[in-house]
């Protein structure tokens, strides 16, 4: 189990690096075609839209035939189409690359929480799944730190394409080292498990919270990256590396405390650990436009980060025990198609107040949004347990 979580951790976190690198820089990018405050957030939302179409249903797909082929094909697809943003002509061109580059990344970290999950002992769900979850955190955090120095000495074009090759060596990793999964969701040798219907899925209350929460987490969060480095650059004055530090911060808060939150899930009571953390971190974000001090605005979003992990750790554990009778990937997919639909509407909601009330009118508008959802994460999730015991 260990040998496959180890070479699965490793191929998810380069994986992620190769994601976070696109994250300071492609706003700017966008920016250069003179796209307006709308257009930027439906690039950004692009990349979410084929994960909201998909996710679910490459998450059956793979509860049924297996996990190791869909990621393979996903980074393989990722690879190539990293490159193909220095080919982009116009912003929709971008807006299609983006497209199709979501649409390859749905069949990457899903499939792979729902491997981990698949070996996961029972009682241990919050530091397994969360020791993945750091890798991820830990990958992308370390990109935008990249992608800023890389754009800064170079050029996008050059970020572009260590996006891509890094993508590569993640499809290398996974090729040589992670054992293909045959029958892993099996109750026997002879009779497959039954999954259980989607419609029925999507009733059960803590799925709901579940969905709520990455939903409204996607949103906020999406459209902070996305405007953001816009606020920094146009009103501060600050440079794509500074950006990047920024941006990191809050990755590197989730890749240092997922594991030991994780820890805490097993242990504690995990409905009061999401409260705090889904209400706490929304609610930082009022700070931002307010601050002018590079590192004041690093220790806030290491303090935003810190508390999404807390709550993250807690519903990623129960998540991983709904999975168990509600098919791993399956979660995993509606886990992911919920952020993606918040980061494919949150950065063109965001773009719509920047152009209505000003580019720092977008961080508190964001608070609200995320305080609203911690209230249906809230009266859903009090409950979750009811939602194992009665799939």
């Known amino acids: 189990m260990w040998r496959t979580f180890a070479s699965l951790f490793i191929a998810v976190a380069v994986a992620m690096l190769g994601i976070g690198i696109i994250i300071p820089i492609l706003p700017l990018y966008a920016d250069t075609f003179g796209a307006s405050g709308v257009t930027i957030g439906f690039v950004f939302a692009s990349f979410s839209i084929s994960r909201a179409l998909l996710g679910p249903w ?4 793979s509860d049924r035939i ?5 990621m393979l094909t996903g980074l393989g697809a990722f690879s190539l189409l990293s490159v193909l943003y220095v080919l982009a002509g116009s912003i929709w061109e971008l807006a ?3 497209f199709l580059q979501g649409a390859a990344s749905v069949m990457v970290t899903p499939i792979a929480q729902a491997y981990v999950g698949d070996i996961t002992p029972k009682g241990r ?3 397994t799944i969360n020791l993945l979850y750091a890798a991820m955190f830990f ?3 370390l990109g935008p730190l990249l992608g800023g120095q890389v754009s800064a000495l170079w050029s996008y074009d050059a970020a572009f394409g260590v996006m891509g090759g890094l993508s590569f060596v993640a499809l290398l990793f996974v090729w040589r ?5 045959h029958g892993v969701r099996r109750t026997s040798e002879k009779t497959e498990l039954e999954l259980v219907p989607l419609p029925r899925i999507l009733k059960r209350p803590a799925v709901k919270g579940i969905v709520a929460y990455f939903a409204t987490r996607g949103f906020w969060r999406q459209g902070f990256s996305a405007f953001y480095p816009l606020f920094a650059v146009s009103i501060i004055g600050w440079s794509e590396a500074e950006i990047g530090t920024i941006l990191s911060a809050y990755f590197f808060a989730g890749g240092l405390l997922q594991i ?5 899930a097993d242990r504690f009571k995990r409905f009061p650990q999401v409260l705090i953390g889904s209400v706490g971190a929304p609610l930082l974000l009022i700070l931002v436009p307010f601050i002018r001090s590079t590192w004041e605005i690093v220790a806030v ?3 935003m980060g810190a508390l999404s992990a807390l709550s993250r750790a807690s519903v990623l554990a129960i998540r991983t025990e709904l999975g168990r009778t509600h098919g791993m990937a399956t979660l995993a997919g509606l886990h992911g198609s919920s952020f993606a639909l918040g980061q494919m509407i949150g950065p063109m909601a965001f773009g719509a107040v920047s152009d209505a009330f000003g580019v720092g009118a977008v961080f508190p508008f964001g608070s609200v949004i995320g305080l609203l959802g911690s209230v249906l994460v809230v009266y859903w999730m009090r409950n979750w347990r009811t939602s194992i015991t009665n799939p």
Do not use: Q, S, Y
């Open 58 to 61: 490459i998450g059956r797909l």
């Open 66 to 70: 297996g996990r190791k082929r869909i």
């Open 96 to 98: 299609a690359f983006r």
């Open 125 to 127: 769900e919050g530091r």
């Open 139 to 141: 990958g992308v955090a």
């Open 177 to 181: 080292t992670v054992p293909t999964d």
């Open 260 to 264: 030991p939150f994780g820890l805490l």
């Open 301 to 303: 979003m290491f303090a």
